[in-house]
DNA sequence: CCTACCGATCGGTAGG
DNA sequence: CCTACCGATCGGTAGG
């Protein structure tokens, strides 16, 4: 990937650092050198550690909402009032997302924590936004009978759990492409709603 | 709960603070803080923070493991070579065990990277083993049909991510008692796997 | 369990 | 992007 400017770059880095030692356990000099730079360079292009991560999450979110976006329309473009067909559109672009860029994703999922409190404020909003736009699907199917009988609520907090589990063991130089990881999850999810 | 003693007295304030803010993001001030004494005061019981770490996510996986001998021995002597009925008892298990202390076993989950290097190693190969209890089950209901056609890697997986998502989400003062949240978790599982 | 303290490292700034 | 530096905090020790 050709860098295409020294802010993104910086982004990258962290992501990854963030991603196997957590936010705290992360240094700005850590990040610093990963690019063979000074610590205090870094402070030509962020104003902050916490603005760094706030860069990451914020932009992970966006792609998940975007993902989403696009996921719906085009389910209702081809099955209109479908909810195991929106849901599984649902399902197959988050996997997209998460594999795109698993660090980025993975600091999403699990460091969110660490922003300071406006912002942790703003993600969690935003995470339960994203999380009705799945559960809206689970109930539909239900009412119509695509799905069997179970608690809405409960069944759409682990449903996103098992997706995000991806973050945990996804290696895009594994055995199986993005894609089929996506088709996996996409039936896995699908058969977790399912009448046994 | 009455104190038992000091040291786990400890151990209970780190886990609920390492699972808030991490590792890394919790000092031993912080721990030394919550128990109302000065910071020094706690090395008169542990040797290092790091052995605070690994007294929680070693207790935490003996307890997944006796759990899982407990559940198996069970689930064979009701219902013998039912590996559904064996799935189901592990998944029981587990959930039983993550309610039962939700902040150690939330530990366990996420911070087995803060470790040091010899007993992540141990660690990540009791883990490995454990998951090999629930895969070997996945794969034996796959080959006499009481599960559909899956990959069992993927599947158990992404398993293991739905279930241990309950340490995210639940409250003990919720409105769902432990043991009905096993009871869904259970009946999910056991859909995901099955044929829809 | 306390006070007093150690060297190391932290996030961040000044000034170039 | 660098050197030099700031005050604060870190994990941990000594000695009582």
Do not use: C
């Amino acid at each position: 990937m050709v860098e295409i400017s020294r802010r993104r770059a910086i982004e990258d880095v962290a992501s990854d650092l963030f991603r196997e030692h957590g936010y705290a356990g992360t240094s700005i000099r850590d990040i610093a050198r990963a690019l063979s730079v000074q610590g205090a360079s870094l402070y030509a292009h962020v104003s902050s550690k916490e603005d760094v991560l706030w860069a990451i999450v914020d932009r992970a979110a966006t792609r998940f909402e975007r993902a989403a976006d696009a996921a719906e329309a085009d389910a209702e473009a081809q099955r209109p009032g479908d909810p195991a067909e929106a849901l599984a559109a649902l399902v197959r672009a988050h996997v997209g997302v998460l594999t795109a860029d698993v660090d980025a994703a993975g600091v999403f999922v699990h460091e969110w924590r660490s922003l300071d409190p406006a912002h942790r404020e703003a993600i969690l909003s935003r995470r339960d936004a994203y999380e009705v736009r799945f559960r809206r699907r689970v109930e539909d199917g239900i009412a119509v009978g695509a799905f069997g009988m179970t608690d809405p609520a409960i069944a759409t907090s682990t449903l996103l759990s098992a997706v995000n589990g991806v973050a945990g063991w996804y290696d895009p130089n594994g055995r199986l492409p993005a894609a089929r990881i996506a088709d996996h999850l996409v039936d896995l999810s699908v058969r977790m709603l399912s009448n046994a």
